[in-house]
């Protein structure tokens, strides 16, 4: 009786459940994966949902227009109930999901879980870490406050200064000669439309691409393996839980103010784009633009093409680990030196 | 994977997913719920009070009369379309501005503002009129509606 119904019912919708299910709950887990270090990637994972549901929420009520956008972000903090709540969670998810996936990238550099033959992997995740950025660019550039407003004009202003089409290119993002309305509408259509689908698509490429290579063995682990289901389940059911309460508790007691009014003929005296873009920041104020632009880009290309470049190195394994340990852990340095001294001397 | 299936579910397994999946749906729930309270919109009205300011026979026509509310002046004025109660505190830095009635104006001491009965800026730096309370006749008597203040424990 009960196989008949199913039978029936699978007639008319003629989709395999079980199959479906043995994919995404009996994947073959290496026993390696047990140790919190190897959970950093489900994080991000698991805050982009947050992010369109909170999102979607915001949209609800925010208005990208010049003249109602800081409005609207101010009507969301103080008036709308549990406004800067909702508000506050997208706004530390986004710099969570910035923390997690650099975390999740000095994971997969210093096991080298880019190798052969996955080198592909690490290129769709670093154009997630760039479409992260963006995505999150374009998000704190739409609440029109004082800093949102000229970190976007400082921001697009880069977008000019690539070679040959830096000045078209400029004029498509802001759709006019200055930061204004057309900007505006241009980077909400990519924050909440062209951005999400993009990462949307490319998580499920590097998912799949996981999936396919099955996940790297780090050395000196038993070579013994679990089912997704429920071993694996609950550790991200876990890493949930936590994420959730840890931005339910950001959001309550380091809420994200609104600032001053975005005021087109008047920069502010100290201006700064968001904590991630520190580094990048400092060097460019050290180096005329175009050449460090120059060389912000190699950095990039350097590391988007490091799976093929390492083995370039040397011939020996040994020597191979050890210069892409120390490139690895001077770049992180240098990094992170940067960040604070941008922090500490503005 | 025969075995997976056939394995016996122990008790400890049973509670610990329980407790696992039993926590991620309560967190999820109280998301949820919180989501519903975000996208509905406040309908809660500013509670106010009805308060007795003056009976109608006791301010002359083009006259005002100074009474306090809640430590707060506030000037009751009968005009020809009828009455009008403006909030004393002047709306540039707030002190409070005292009717002249042989200069038939409310004038401020501290920046020198000056507002007509009515209750509009003539002269000096106010930003706006006078603040207004919604006033209610009834027979002989005026009322105004004033919004309760609500005091937290931080405020």
Same mark, same amino acid.
């Given at each position: 009786?009960?196989?008949?119904? /199913?039978?029936?019912?699978?007639?008319?919708?003629?989709?395999?459940?079980?199959?479906?299910?043995?994919?995404?709950?009996?994947?073959?887990?290496?026993?390696?994966?047990?140790?919190?270090?190897?959970?950093?990637?489900?994080?991000?994972?698991?805050?982009?949902?947050?992010?369109?549901?909170?999102?979607?929420?915001?949209?609800?009520?925010?208005?990208?227009?010049?003249?109602?956008?800081?409005?609207?972000?101010?009507?969301?903090?103080?008036?709308? /109930?549990?406004? =800067?709540?909702?508000?506050?969670?997208?706004?530390?998810?986004?710099?969570?999901?910035?923390?997690?996936? =650099?975390?999740?990238?000095?994971?997969?550099?210093?096991?080298?879980?880019?190798?052969?033959?996955?080198?592909?992997?690490?290129?769709?995740?670093?154009?997630?870490?760039?479409?992260?950025?963006?995505?999150?660019?374009?998000?704190?550039?739409?609440?029109?406050? /004082?800093?949102?407003?000229?970190?976007?004009?400082?921001?697009?202003?880069?977008?000019?200064?690539?070679?040959?089409?830096?000045?078209?290119?400029?004029?498509?993002?802001?759709?006019?000669?200055?930061?204004?309305?057309?900007?505006?509408?241009?980077?909400?259509?990519?924050?909440?439309?062209?951005?999400?689908?993009?990462?949307?698509?490319?998580?499920?490429?590097?998912?799949?691409?996981?999936?396919?290579?099955?996940?790297?063995?780090?050395?000196?682990?038993?070579?013994?393996?679990?089912?997704?289901?429920?071993?694996?389940?609950?550790?991200?059911?876990?890493?949930?839980?936590?994420?959730?309460?840890?931005?339910?508790?950001?959001?309550?007691?380091?809420?994200?103010?609104?600032?001053?009014?975005?005021?087109?003929?008047?920069?502010?005296?100290?201006?700064?784009?968001?904590?991630?873009?520190?580094?990048?920041?400092?060097?460019?104020?050290?180096?005329?633009?175009?050449?460090?632009?120059?060389?912000?880009?190699?950095?990039?290309?350097?590391?988007?093409?490091?799976?093929?470049?390492?083995?370039?190195?040397?011939?020996?394994?040994?020597?191979?680990?050890?210069?892409?340990?120390?490139?690895?852990?001077?770049?992180?340095?240098?990094?992170?030196?940067?960040?604070?001294?941008?922090?500490?001397?503005? | 994977?025969?075995?997976?299936?056939?394995?016996?579910?122990?008790?400890?397994?049973?509670?610990?997913?329980?407790?696992?999946?039993?926590?991620?749906?309560?967190?999820?729930?109280?998301?949820?719920?919180?989501?519903?309270?975000?996208?509905?919109?406040?309908?809660?009205?500013?509670?106010?009070?009805?308060?007795?300011?003056?009976?109608?026979?006791?301010?002359?026509?083009?006259?005002?009369?100074?009474?306090?509310?809640?430590?707060?002046?506030?000037?009751?004025?009968?005009?020809?379309?009828?009455?009008?109660?403006?909030?004393?505190?002047?709306?540039?830095?707030?002190?409070?501005?005292?009717?002249?009635?042989?200069?038939?104006?409310?004038?401020?001491?501290?920046?020198?503002?000056?507002?007509?009965?009515?209750?509009?800026?003539?002269?000096?730096?106010?930003?706006?009129?006078?603040?207004?309370?919604?006033?209610?006749?009834?027979?002989?008597?005026?009322?105004?509606?004033?919004?309760?203040?609500?005091?937290?424990?931080?405020?």
């Amino acid at each position: 009786m009960v196989m008949s119904t /199913q039978a029936e019912s699978s007639k008319r919708f003629p989709v395999d459940g079980t199959a479906i299910g043995d994919v995404l709950f009996k994947e073959k887990i290496p026993v390696h994966m047990k140790h919190w270090l190897f959970a950093m990637g489900t994080t991000p994972f698991i805050l982009f949902p947050i992010q369109i549901i909170t999102g979607l929420m915001l949209a609800f009520y925010f208005i990208p227009s010049p003249e109602l956008a800081y409005e609207s972000v101010r009507h969301i903090t103080q008036d709308v /109930q549990l406004g =800067f709540w909702i508000r506050g969670i997208h706004h530390w998810a986004a710099n969570l999901m910035i923390i997690s996936i =650099f975390l999740h990238m000095m994971r997969v550099y210093f096991t080298q879980a880019y190798r052969k033959p996955r080198e592909l992997n690490w290129i769709f995740g670093f154009i997630l870490l760039g479409l992260t950025m963006t995505i999150s660019f374009t998000g704190y550039s739409l609440t029109y406050n /004082q800093l949102s407003y000229w970190a976007a004009t400082v921001g697009s202003n880069m977008v000019g200064e690539v070679p040959l089409i830096g000045n078209l290119l400029l004029a498509w993002l802001r759709g006019g000669s200055d930061v204004g309305t057309n900007t505006l509408t241009r980077f909400y259509t990519l924050h909440v439309w062209v951005l999400p689908i993009l990462i949307t698509i490319m998580i499920a490429l590097h998912i799949i691409v996981l999936r396919g290579h099955g996940i790297s063995q780090p050395e000196g682990f038993p070579k013994e393996s679990y089912n997704f289901f429920p071993g694996h389940m609950y550790k991200i059911v876990i890493v949930g839980l936590f994420l959730l309460s840890l931005l339910s508790l950001l959001a309550v007691i380091l809420p994200p103010g609104i600032g001053d009014k975005a005021d087109p003929v008047n920069t502010p005296l100290h201006i700064q784009p968001e904590w991630y873009f520190f580094a990048v920041f400092l060097f460019l104020k050290w180096v005329p633009l175009s050449v460090g632009l120059f060389i912000v880009g190699l950095v990039i290309l350097v590391i988007v093409f490091w799976p093929f470049l390492e083995p370039l190195l040397s011939k020996k394994e040994s020597q191979r680990a050890l210069i892409s340990y120390l490139l690895g852990s001077v770049a992180i340095l240098t990094l992170i030196v940067f960040t604070l001294i941008e922090t500490f001397t503005n | 994977m025969e075995t997976d299936q056939a394995e016996k579910r122990t008790r400890r397994e049973f509670l610990r997913r329980m407790g696992v999946f039993g926590a991620l749906i309560l967190a999820m729930g109280a998301f949820l719920r919180q989501l519903l309270v975000f996208f509905s919109p406040s309908m809660k009205k500013t509670p106010t009070h009805k308060f007795l300011v003056a009976k109608v026979d006791e301010v002359p026509l083009g006259q005002a009369k100074e009474i306090t509310i809640q430590g707060k002046p506030v000037f009751v004025v009968h005009l020809e379309s009828g009455f009008k109660v403006f909030s004393g505190v002047c709306t540039h830095l707030g002190c409070i501005v005292k009717w002249e009635p042989n200069n038939d104006r409310f004038y401020c001491p501290c920046h020198k503002g000056v507002f007509n009965r009515e209750g509009d800026v003539m002269e000096g730096p106010p930003p706006r009129p006078l603040d207004e309370f919604v006033v209610e006749l009834d027979e002989n008597l005026v009322f105004i509606q004033v919004a309760d203040k609500r005091k937290g424990p931080w405020s």
